[in-house]
């Protein structure tokens, strides 16, 4: 993976597919009514769930599809807007208003947003890693490292 001894930078399609894909499979989350579109994590593989967060300025509520892991009853994603430069809306948005909404295969969950740090984020990272080598590849086509963001049950949320 390496060439003159450096570390190959992998490469990602052009920004509007990344785009067109996101729709897509959104789209096909409408169309289906939640039918289609969401999947458990495995052993090898991250699953996707929902996300609906409040807006930073607008207070509306805004929905994005993301990839996601489990660790004990939290749930953990990558803040890395398809690998491109700058914070994804749905990250600023849950900077801002910590509470939200996940949608999952098996139901609802409201949960707080926060970003992992220390040893939390290095063990969160290495376990991302182990369903996908490639992501510190990926991680450095971003000018500022990718947060890992934890999605813990609301206290206030009944079961």
């Known amino acids: 993976m390496s060439v003159n001894g450096e570390a190959k930078v ?11 894909a996101w729709r897509v499979h959104r789209g096909l989350y409408r169309v289906f009514r939640g039918r289609v579109g969401l999947w458990q994590p495995r052993t090898d593989r991250w699953g996707t769930l929902r996300l609906t967060t409040t807006g930073r300025r607008s207070g509306e509520q805004r929905s994005v599809i993301v990839a996601y892991l489990e660790d004990g009853p939290n749930l953990f994603t990558l803040a890395m807007n398809g690998w491109g430069e700058g914070e994804p809306a749905w990250w600023l948005n849950l900077q801002t208003h910590p509470d939200a909404t996940v949608d999952l295969v098996d139901g609802r969950r409201l949960v707080r947003g926060h970003a992992a740090a220390g ?7 290495a376990r991302w890693r182990e369903i996908d080598p490639k992501i510190d590849a990926f991680a450095t086509l971003r000018p500022s490292e990718t947060a890992v963001v934890v999605l813990e049950p609301r206290p206030d949320a009944v079961s």
Not at 10 to 20: A, C, G, T
């Open 119 to 125: 040893d939390e984020r290095v063990r969160l990272w």
């Open 10 to 20: 992998p490469k990602l399609p052009p920004r509007w597919f990344i785009r067109l």
